[in-house]
């Protein structure tokens, strides 16, 4: 009987087994996935930038929405910063060239060299300058170019449009260049050198040589021979605008606070609304500088432009501080006080 009992129990175990392990692989879903942990957003988790963010079921909380989006933010005001510094540099240059009184067309001159008082990036003191600001908004623009200059022309985003003088194709001889800007569908005449653009505010610079000392002597092709003109007034064009500028205080060297960004929101009203990558144009747009719409940014983003600002202009200095074997090394972070001096 004893025996009996135990085999009938050693049976019901076993059938309880057998039971609990079917229900256990009927309950198993048919398509579930091999998950990796390395995918899964953990309920907690700690950076060094923001500091611990807090999720329940993959949901972000309030305050982990506020820091991912304020950084979000910062990130992009300071690829705008960087990626827009060529555009707002030309548009410093050209609006400089406005406060010592000149408009387009206008011939710049630097008739006895330049100084300190010129706000200016990278110039040198011992060569006369000459610029001019080529706006094709309205159509077509001829200038003529004397012998032997060195200079070129940028578009509004400080890409290269033509060499001019030595480099140019007049090779030193000098000659008539037609600037054509975006949109243009009328006659290109014959007798220039043609540059086509795809935006509308363009720099002008020239560099001449000076013979003997004589600066007053190198200058006076750029005054003799420099004409700049729409090509619809290319039959009657009007006298040529000379603006000395030596010794004359103006600034062309673009913003490194938080103006920067209305200063790149110029550029954009400005130009063509293809005149620029459309990544680029994304990119801007996502800070709130947006072709035809007004640059107003509130509170929270002014701040945030600031601190975007703020780290793009430490850039160039903390890069100039890096010595050549740092840089190789990318050691960017454990600098002594002694090699920063």
């Known amino acids: 009987m ?16 057998i039971v609990s392990t079917s229900t256990i692989v009927a309950s198993s879903p048919k398509y579930k996935a091999d998950v990796p942990v390395n995918i899964i957003t953990p309920n907690k988790v700690k950076t060094d ?30 690829d705008a910063f960087l990626t827009g510094m060529p555009a707002a540099s030309v548009y410093a240059m050209l609006e400089g060239m406005k406060q010592a009184g000149a408009a387009p067309g ?23 300058y000459a610029l001019a600001e080529i706006d094709l908004k309205h159509g077509p623009v001829v200038v003529e170019v004397p012998p032997m200059v060195l200079g070129g022309v940028d578009n509004a985003f400080f890409l290269h449009v033509s060499d001019v003088g030595v480099t140019g194709p007049d090779q030193g001889k000098g000659g008539k260049y037609l600037f054509i800007g975006p ?23 020239m560099r001449v040589f000076v013979k003997e000392g004589d600066i007053a002597a ?35 060297i673009h913003a490194n606070d938080s103006y920067f960004y ?18 680029v144009v994304g990119l801007f747009a996502s800070i709130g500088i947006k072709k035809g719409e007004p640059f107003a940014p509130d509170e929270r983003m002014k701040k945030i432009l600031a601190d975007g600002a703020a780290f793009c202009s430490a850039t160039p200095q903390v890069k100039l501080s890096l010595t050549k074997h740092e840089k190789a090394n990318n050691k960017h972070y454990d600098l002594e006080v002694a090699e920063l001096g």
């Open 2 to 17: 004893r025996k009996s009992l135990k085999c009938w129990a050693v049976l019901a175990v076993t059938l309880i087994a």
């Open 49 to 78: 930038f923001l500091g611990e963010l807090d999720f329940v079921d993959g949901m972000p909380s309030g305050d982990t929405v506020k820091k991912v989006y304020d950084f979000i933010d910062v990130t992009r005001a300071t």
């Open 106 to 128: 206008d011939l710049v001159l630097f008739e006895n060299l330049m100084d300190a008082r010129t706000l200016f990036l990278t110039p040198q003191t011992t060569t006369p």
């Open 183 to 205: 949109g243009y569908e009328g006659d290109i005449p014959h007798g220039y050198f043609v540059a086509h653009s795809k935006t509308y505010r363009h720099w002008l610079f």
């Open 218 to 252: 190198s200058t006076q092709g750029l005054r003799d021979v420099f004409h700049s003109y729409p090509l619809s007034q290319a039959k009657y064009p009007e006298e040529q605008k000379i603006i000395e500028v030596s010794g004359k205080q103006f600034n062309t």
């Open 262 to 279: 209305n200063e790149l929101d110029a550029v954009v009203q400005y130009e063509p609304a293809d005149a620029f990558n459309p990544e």
